[in-house]
Every structure is written in C-alpha cells, then in structure tokens.
C-alpha cells in the first residue's frame, strides 16, 4: 500500500474535483441560471413600478400645462379683439404660478423641468408685452404659438417615455383635444384680422366688392373640423361634447357669412357672438383635454401599482421556485453523497486501519481463518451499494489471501525453523570433530587450516542462528546472572574471524543482564563483523564507550573503510528503526535485519554516522544505546544472591601411587613416556594426592595444597563455574594476580577447572618438571560419578567466552619477556603470562619431592582409561574435570620466578586453538538437543 499523495489537480481540471464539488457544479449551474432570470424578471418588474411611478409623479403637470396654453390663448385673442377682461388675465397668471410651482417637482426629468420653466417665462414676457401700447397683432400671434409649441414639446417629453399602449393613446387623445383647441386661437386672430379691416374705409370698399381676406377663418375651422373626427376615434359615438364643438363651428361659420354680408350693406361683424362661441369651444376643450391628462395620470398610476404588485408577485415566485430547487437539489445530493461518503469511509478504513490491523491478527493467530469483517454501512441495491457489496468481497478477498499466506507463512516458517535447527545441530557436531582434530594435530599448517575452518564452522553457526531469527524464532535461553560488560564485547569479539584487528580500551563498569547476554552478543558480532570486512585489511576497528544520561551504555564500533552514502545511510537508519520488517532488501542485507531485529527485542538504539568528515575513507561509525533497565550494577549484582559460592576443596578421587617407582636420574629434563610427558623418580612411594587447593599435613609428603590460580589455569579459563548438582551457572569474576590477562592451557575433552568466588593466598609450591607440548589429560573428578553429565561451561553460555579475554590484576613477574614482533593485539596483551607460572617455587634438601608426581602419575593411568562414547550421537562424553591433573607442576630451579621463552608461532597457536575451541565448544550434544525440545 502506497502512501504517496497523488498531484494536486489543478482548479481547471474537472476530473480532479471532489465528489461534492462535482454535485455542487451540477445543481449550482441550473439553479444559478434560475436566479439570474428570475432576478432579471423581478428587476424588470421592479423598474417598470418604479418607471410608472415617476411617470405618475411628473404627469400631474400636464392638464395645467394644457389649461395655461388655452388661457394664454384666449388673453392673447382677446387683447387683439379688444375683449380682454382682468378675470382672464388673472386666471393666465394663477395657472403661471401653478406650472412653475410643479415644475420643481423632484421626478421631473431636470430637462424637461427647466423647459418648462423657461416656457412660463416667455409666457410673464408676452403678458409683459401685451401691456406696451401699439403692439402688433402679428408680433402677439406669433409669440403665442411660440409659447403653445414648446408647451406641446415639454408635454410630450412627459408622456412619450411612458411605455405603455393605454398611456400612448391617451396621450394622442390629449394631443389631437389640444391641436383642436388651438384652431380656436387660429379662428380667433383670423376674425380680428376681418374686424380690422371692416374698421377702415379701405376695408369697407373692399368688403362691398367681396375682396375681405376670411381664408384663415375657414382654415382654422376647416383643421378643427378635421382634428374633431380624428377625436371621434377615442370616444364614443355620438359624443354630445365633440357633436358641440362641432355645432359650434357651424354657427360660427353662419355667423361670419351673416357679418360679411351685413358689413358689406354697412352693419358690423357680430364679433361678440364669435367670442362667445369661440369660449364656448374653448371650455369643452379644455375639458377634453383635462380629461386626457387626468386620464393618463390614472393610467399611469394604476400601471406603476400594477408593476409593483407583479414585482413582488413574482419576487415570491421567482424565491419559493428556488427554495424548492435547493431542497430537492440538497435531497438528491444527500441521497447521493451520504452512500457515496460512507463507502468510501467504509473502503478507506477497510484499507488503512481494519485490514492492516486483521492481517496482524491473523500474524498472531493459530487460526488465521477465524477473522471476520464489518461491511460497509451502504444496505441500498442500487450502483453505489453494488460497489459497496465489491469492495466487502475485495475485503474478504484480501482477508483470505491474508489467512492464506500467513498460513503459508507459519509452514515455511516451521520448515525453515526445522532446517536452520538441523544445520545449526550439524555445524555443532562439525565444531567438535574440527576440535579433536585440532587436538589431534601437530602439523602447524595443517592446524592453521584446521582453525580456518573452525571460523568457518562458527560463521555457519551464526548464519544458522541468523536464520532462526529471520524465521521468527525467539531461543530460549536458561541464563540469568549478570554478565560483565567486558566479557560480553570480549565474547562478541571472540565470534569474528579476525578478531587481532579489534582494539578495545577501557570497559566500562558494570554487567549486562543475563537475560540478553546472547542476544547482545550477536549483536555486536554481527556489527563488527561488518566493521571488519567494510575497512582495508590494514587498518583496525576501535571499540569505544560512554555512559549515557540515562543511567545505559553507549557503545560505538568505529572503522575507517569507504563509508556509506548520505542517502543510503539514511535509509539504513530507517531500517534499524523499524526493527527488522521483512522486505525485498531482508535477504542482501541479512546483518542489518539481525541487528536490527535484535534491536527492537531488547529496546537498543543501533544508528549509523561517518567516522570522518572527509570524502575520502570516512569511515562508519556504529552507536549501539543499551537502556539503563539491561545494565546491574556491581552493588546490585552483590545484593543479588544468585551466585553460588563454589567450594574451595572440591573432592577428588586419589591417584595410587606407582606399584614399583623407577630410580631417580640427576639429569633434570628426565626422558619421556609414550605420551610425552617425563619419567618422574620420587624418592618415596606416591601417596594419595590431596584435593586442589588443600595444603599437605603432617602425613610428610610434599604434596602442597592446590590454591585456585596456583597454576595460573582457573583465573584465565572463565569466571563461572557450573553446579554439578543444580546444574546452574553462576558467573563470578575472579581477578588474577597480573596485569596481563592470563590464558589457560587447553585441554581437549574436558573443562577448565573452577574457580571460586574467593581466593586464598598461594603457599609456597615444589619445583615442577618442564613441560611438554603435548596436552595432558586430567583425572577424572570423584563425584563424577554421582552427578549427571554436566555441561560445558562455554557451550552452555556463549558470554563466558570473554572469560578467555579477561584482565586480571597480578604484580608485575620478575622478568618480562620480549613481545614477539608482529604479534596478535590479544597476543601482545597475554604472552608474558602465557609463558610464566606465577607460583613459586621452593628447593628441597636432598630427594627432590614435586607436587607434580601425582600428576604424571594420573596422567599414565588416565592414557590407559577408555573413553566412555555417547550411544546416541557417537561422539566422547565430555566431563568436566574428568581429566583434570591435580597439583601443579614448578621449575626445578629455586632461583627466583623462572620465565621459559617458546617459540612465538607455537604460542600463537596454542592461543588461537584455545580462543576457537573455547568460542565453539559450548555445549555437548545432550544439551543442544534438550535446547531444542525446550524451544518448541
């Protein structure tokens, strides 16, 4: 499973939207489109109330604009006929007054309201005029039709934005009402054109010849004859007011003929009776057109309320429309989403938490078949639950394959788990046949080839053991007292081939719990191991430590070798981190998932740094944290009582003396037997040896007492010895007497003697014989035969390997020896006590009496002594102390503490041999099988 982010779309990028955003899009685009149009028809309902009303608002000035046209023509008319009166001129005035006030009317268009105001103006300025003596009838004519037109202009201004039909033929009605009231003022200057002429002798002439000029009387008439049968379109038929107009022009024009004729025989015209029916005319037209103004004003008024009322009427519906798109369009989403959101909150969890999670289960379970799922909260049988049933079977799909393999997986495991045992088991009995035949031989070159493969022998154990936790397996181990630091790393160093390159300072105080002393020493072979073949053959892998904040250890492993890569060793890091997950890099990086696993187990840091900074042979620098909670300190493993205090004389079974003692030779490097070893010549029948450790008595041999460290083997060999009765292994560190450490002789087929948790003071001890390089077997212990077969103690507990490297603190020997030149760092640190016994020695007065006698003694009879084989695997019992030679063996010179030079390549040898055969013989063949009947 990936857990990389897939790219960011980008915002254009339809395919990359969410699923809300994709429903959102869909219903937002229709019901946004709603919206808009609804809004556009509520707008424009809105606009047209609001057009109406402003309409309503500036029509009101219209019937006394029409009304102040008519008077002004009727003050004008009758100032040229002489019949002006003060009441018609007052009535002009008042109606001045009454325009002007409504043209500040705030809805009135600015325009049309200063037109209007000017209009009036010219209006005072005629009245003006008409107050001036000898003004031209023309000049007033004129100036009044001026003042009728721009009024007709201003009122069409009002009404013609009105956009309405209604409105639109009321305003025509008000137009034609008022053009024909306008013939009136037409007919009126026409007549006072004919009273002037009949007022002068000249026009009387003219008036008896017929010559009088009536035209524009006839005209004007003849035009408001026409206007009154357009006006016939907008009112009833048979209207009495426009059948009155009509009537009247007709009396007009009977009135004119009877004038002209009368004029002409001398009478007058009857200019009264034109006025009074020109008057007559004027008012019904006046009423025409106030009626046509108020008209449109109601049209108006009633079409700016009819406008608001649908506004609102479809503001409602344009809002409950798109209130009831919204829900529905959130119930469908809903209805989609919802299944949509829990399936794939049902897939993701599925994915990342309830599948990972089962698949540990089902790692952990006997029963990986067992488990069971939660499906997806979607139950509908429509497309989104048909994908909801796939991803359950994809589910249990995954689950079964899961149980499947992890099935699988267990039976490898086991096979893999049997194979490593049995390859494990193998490579042990390798070991121990690689050990008798290192014991065996005496060629050098063919024991170095014997040691190669001893190393090889040991790294195939470790790889077998590297498999066992590749599989899984965790070895039980029946270890449980404190480890020193010291043996522990020296054990972990004991485990490479080419230990002589590790340098170790200092170990720090305290031990390790024994609990994972193995583990730990794994560990850090695995890592050193690493160190060693990752840097120039040349050049040395450095231990170093510190204690950390928190009470542990820090160990750092250091090489100078090409160094890793900053990225690859960041992902090293990583995956000493993880604590050893299997992946594709398991199996070419078989170390790093030991170690890493080994790790995670016991809770220890292991990380990775260049040892320098330069680009050149950097180095690696392994830092390994052990907690706080794995370290005893030395108070704790004293106050912990489960160290046994091992016997300071344990019993063995007497040697009987030689039944005929051969004379004694002055020569001292006496011949040897068929084994090797000398031909002693005591003065006086062997007695029974003393125990180890036990001081002679009065008995008068000069057998001495065998002290623990006298020969210089118990303090170098381990430091823990095995109870023979509980078959516990308590680990004591004993400390010799020298600075150097000390390394013990190697005895084939049988353990290090034990050493105690308390030494006593050496006495003084005879001279020994000088030794042979052959080894010589010890006699068997006497309670061997009342205690099981015991195991070896370095096969039972690896850690007591490093009992081989142990320092001991001795007083410097009397002489120091040279190093040999090219020696092994281990080689270097131990040969001065590798070739010196730090006993002393003591002459005898006459027969010369050692505490060796005994020895050589046991070491004829234990030759003789068949060895007991293994019934079951073939191979010698191994007994610890069975062929153990008691007492020790002293120069035979008292001059002082006596160093005896060998040869460096044999010393070599016989350390390697030692190191391989401690590190390798760990247990015998009854204790690995119990181990692995105990694992399983």
Do not use: C
Request: charge should be neutral.
């Amino acid at each position: 499973m990936s857990d990389d982010s897939p790219p960011r779309a980008k915002f254009w990028d339809i395919e990359g939207w969410g699923l809300r955003w994709k429903v959102t899009a869909v219903l937002a685009v229709p019901v946004t489109v709603a919206m808009v149009l609804g809004g556009l028809r509520v707008q424009g309902e809105l606009s047209n109330a609001v057009h109406f009303t402003e309409a309503a608002d500036q029509i009101v000035v219209v019937p006394d604009i029409v009304a102040l046209e008519a008077s002004m023509g009727t003050v004008t008319s009758g100032y040229a006929s002489g019949t002006l009166t003060k009441e018609d001129r007052a009535t002009a005035e008042s109606l001045m007054n009454d325009v002007a006030e409504q043209a500040r009317n705030p809805e009135l268009d600015p325009a049309v309201a200063s037109s209007i105001n000017q209009t009036v103006s010219d209006g005072r300025a005629l009245l003006n005029l008409m107050d001036s003596p000898g003004v031209a009838t023309d000049l007033l004519a004129e100036r009044q039709r001026a003042f009728a037109a721009d009024f007709i202009r201003e009122v069409d201004d009002i009404v013609r934005p009105i956009e309405d039909s209604e409105v639109v033929d009321k305003g025509y009605q008000l137009t034609n009402a008022w053009q024909a009231q306008r013939r009136l003022f037409e007919q009126a200057m026409g007549l006072v054109i004919v009273k002037d002429v009949y007022a002068s002798p000249e026009g009387r002439e003219k008036a008896r010849t017929g010559n009088i000029p009536t035209s524009a009387v006839v005209a004007a008439a003849g035009a408001e004859s026409s206007l009154l049968d357009v006006l016939d379109r907008y009112y009833p038929k048979g209207d009495e007011r426009l059948q009155t107009l009509r009537n009247n022009i007709n009396d007009r024009n009977a009135l004119i003929d009877k004038g002209l004729a009368d004029a002409a025989r001398g009478g007058v015209l009857p200019i009264l009776q034109l006025r009074s029916s020109l008057i007559a005319s004027r008012d019904v037209y006046q009423e025409l057109t106030s009626e046509a103004a108020k008209d449109i004003a109601s049209t108006v008024q009633v079409r700016a309320a009819e406008t608001r009322s649908a506004a609102l009427r479809d503001t409602a519906i344009v809002l409950g429309t798109l209130l009831a798109a919204l829900v529905l369009a959130l119930l469908v989403s809903r209805s989609l989403i919802g299944p949509i959101r829990r399936l794939r909150y049902g897939a993701l969890k599925a994915a990342r938490r309830d599948l990972p999670d089962a698949i540990e289960q089902i790692k952990a379970s006997d029963d990986p078949r067992a488990l069971s799922f939660e499906p997806v909260a979607v139950h509908s049988s429509e497309e989104i639950g048909q994908l909801a049933r796939a991803v359950d079977d994809i589910h249990g799909q995954a689950l079964k394959l899961a149980g499947e393999q992890a099935q699988l997986r267990l039976q490898i495991n086991d096979m893999f788990e049997t194979l490593a045992r049995r390859s494990k088991s193998l490579v042990d009995q390798q070991l121990g046949l690689i050990e008798n035949l290192e014991f065996e031989e005496k060629d050098p070159k063919r024991l170095e080839s014997l040691f190669r493969l001893d190393h090889l022998a040991a790294r195939m154990r470790r790889n077998g053991e590297n498999l066992l936790i590749l599989a899984g397996t965790r070895v039980r181990r029946s270890q449980a007292a404190p480890i020193p630091l010291g043996d522990v790393l020296r054990a972990a160093i004991s485990e490479v081939e080419d230990y002589q390159r590790v340098q170790m300072g200092a170990t720090p105080e305290g031990a390790l719990s024994g609990t994972v002393v193995t583990d730990v020493v794994h560990l850090l072979a695995e890592l050193v191991d690493n160190s060693l073949r990752a840097s120039p053959p040349d050049t040395s892998v450095t231990f170093s430590f510190a204690r950390a904040v928190d009470g542990g250890v820090l160990l750092e492993i250091a090489d100078r070798g090409i160094g890793i890569p900053a990225d690859d060793m960041r992902a090293v890091n990583e995956r000493l981190a993880s604590g050893g997950e299997v992946g594709p890099e398991t199996a070419r990086h078989m170390g790093l998932f030991v170690v890493s696993r080994l790790a995670k187990r016991h809770g220890l840091t292991v990380r990775l740094r260049s040892t320098f900074d330069t680009a050149r042979n950097p180095g690696v620098t392994v830092s390994i944290h052990i907690p706080n909670a794995l370290i005893v300190s030395q108070a704790a493993r004293q106050d912990t009582g489960s160290q046994r205090k091992i016997p300071a004389a344990p019993v063995r079974t007497a040697i009987p003396a030689p039944a005929a003692p051969a004379p004694r030779k002055d020569n001292p490097q006496l011949p040897a037997t068929r084994n090797g070893l000398p031909t002693r010549t005591p003065s006086t029948p062997a007695p029974s040896p003393a125990p180890a450790g036990v001081v002679a008595t009065a008995s008068g041999t000069s057998l001495p007492r065998r002290q623990p460290g006298a020969s210089g083997i118990a303090a170098g060999a381990g430091s823990s010895a095995v109870a023979p009765a509980a078959q516990s292994r308590d680990t004591v560190n004993v400390r010799g007497s020298g600075a150097m450490p000390k390394l013990p002789v190697r005895r084939p087929q049988a353990a290090t003697p034990e050493s105690q948790s308390e030494t006593a003071p050496a006495e003084s001890q005879p001279q020994h014989a000088p030794r042979s390089e052959n080894r010589i077997e010890a006699p068997p212990s006497s309670n061997g035969d009342d205690q099981s077969p015991v195991r070896h103690r370095y096969r039972t507990n690896s850690a007591k390997t490093a009992s081989f490297f142990q320092s001991r603190i001795d007083p410097p020997p009397a002489e120091a020896t040279p190093r040999p030149g090219g020696g092994t760092p281990i080689f270097s640190d131990m040969v001065s006590d590798w070739l010196t016994d730090p006993t002393g020695t003591e002459g005898a007065p006459g027969v010369w009496h050692s505490a060796g006698d005994a020895g050589w003694s046991a070491a004829e009879r234990i030759n003789e002594t068949p060895v007991e084989v293994d019934p079951e695997i073939g191979l010698p019992k191994r007994r610890p102390g069975d062929r153990l030679v008691p007492g020790t063996v002293e120069g035979a010179h008292n001059t002082g503490t006596l160093r005896r030079v060998r040869d460096p390549e044999t010393i070599r040898a016989n350390l390697s041999r030692h190191q391989q055969g401690v590190r390798n013989g760990r247990a015998t063949r009854l204790a690995e099988r119990n181990s692995i009947e105990g694992d399983r």
